[in-house]
T-cell receptor, first 108, second 116 residues
Framework: DAKTTQPPSMDCAEGRAANLPCNHSTISGNEYVYWYRQIHSQGPQYIIHGLKNNETNEMASLIITEDRKSSTLILPHATLRDTAVYYCIVTYGQNFVFGPGTRLSVLP | GAGVSQSPSNKVTEKGKDVELRCDPISGHTALYWYRQSLGQGLEFLIYFQGNSAPDKSGLPSDRFSAERTGGSVSTLTIQRTQQEDSAVYLC??????????????FGAGSRLTVL
């Protein structure tokens, strides 16, 4: 079973920041938080990952709370192409379990 | 190649036939995963290979499903006596395991299987 809880769906206006939450209250000390997304009819795409510190790359930012029990993926300026299902995964090593994710709809 | 390659991209077969799906991982990636995704559903783990270790087959739904990885590179997922409920997109992913750090999976585009 997935160790994470995400809202099933969210809407975001084009050009605005999309903030996708994820709860992982049972996370262990050595487990990473990963985010992937799946655009319709494609394989999942890696976005970002983190352990304790906040992370930023060209796609997104990842904010992890100090107690590590939750995190937020931030897409700073959402575009229509960001419409996808976003998966938050918590794991160490090889065991990747995908939950149902959050279906993000970016609206014009 | 630069990414994970899967073939065929689409396969239509008749119930009861056997099918083989192929995955070419990224060169040098030691870990290889198979998932399947039924229409409108999430990703279901099937099997995991890591180097020369015994594969984790815990996700295979029945003994009609098997997979092998030859030479630590290419993998083949075989479904025998296909059933209509086997219709799904079969996704392959590979990664370079870093035991002391993160493990980032790269997915292929998938093989869409339709069993008539």
């Amino acid at each position: 079973d997935a160790k994470t809880t995400q809202p099933p769906s969210m809407d975001c206006a084009e050009g605005r920041a999309a903030n996708l939450p994820c709860n992982h209250s049972t996370i262990s000390g050595n487990e990473y938080v990963y985010w992937y997304r799946q655009i319709h009819s494609q394989g999942p795409q890696y976005i970002i990952h983190g352990l304790k510190n906040n992370e930023t790359n060209e796609m997104a930012s990842l904010i992890i709370t100090e107690d590590r029990k939750s995190s937020t993926l931030i897409l700073p300026h959402a575009t229509l192409r960001d419409t996808a299902v976003y998966y938050c995964i918590v794991t160490y090593g090889q065991n990747f379990v995908f939950g149902p994710g959050t279906r993000l709809s970016v609206l014009p | 190649g630069a990414g994970v390659s899967q073939s065929p991209s689409n396969k239509v077969t008749e119930k009861g036939k056997d099918v083989e799906l192929r995955c070419d991982p990224i060169s040098g990636h030691t870990a290889l995963y198979w998932y399947r995704q039924s229409l409108g559903q999430g990703l279901e783990f099937l099997i995991y290979f890591q180097g020369n270790s015994a594969p984790d087959k815990s996700g295979l739904p029945s003994d009609r499903f098997s997979a092998e990885r030859t030479g630590g590179s290419v993998s083949t997922l075989t479904i025998q006596r296909t059933q209509q409920e086997d219709s799904a997109v079969y996704l392959c992913a590979s990664s370079l395991i870093r035991y002391s750090g993160a493990n980032v999976l790269t997915f292929g585009a998938g093989s869409r299987l339709t069993v008539l």
